[in-house]
Nanobody
Framework: QVQLVESGGGLVQAGGSLRLSCAAS????????MMWYRQAPGKQRELVAV???????DYADFVKGRFTISRNNARNTVYLQMNSLKPEDTAVYYC????????WGQGTQVTVSS
């Protein structure tokens, strides 16, 4: 089974930066893609960014130009560098992989104060 562990969240002022990490472990045969999601209170989980094994990267419009996704294939780890943070970026951030892990990780809380 695959386990996902996110880290790096915290409290930051608007305009600040954070770098999230997510490590996938367990029985992993192949990871085609790695992605970040977020879920704000009272809202559905939404896709933030995805990086595929061929190197293609896509971002949600609301983070383009501010967030950067990257991965370390040797460590099965994905990162999310978040700059110019806004209060509306406040959410629990989760990662997942393709093919999907059977369970979500615990996520990491990001809180941006105004």
């Amino acid at each position: 089974q695959v386990q996902l562990v996110e880290s790096g969240g915290g409290l930051v002022q608007a305009g600040g930066s954070l770098r999230l990490s997510c490590a996938a472990s367990g029985t992993i045969i192949r990871i085609n893609g790695m992605m970040w999601y977020r879920q704000a209170p009272g809202k559905q989980r939404e896709l933030v960014a995805v990086i595929r094994s061929g190197g293609r990267i896509d971002y949600a419009d609301f983070v383009k130009g501010r967030f950067t996704i990257s991965r370390n294939n040797a460590r099965n780890t994905v990162y999310l560098q978040m700059n110019s943070l806004k209060p509306e970026d406040t959410a629990v951030y989760y990662c997942n992989i393709d093919p999907p892990a059977p369970h979500w990780g615990q996520g990491t809380q990001v809180t941006v104060s105004s």
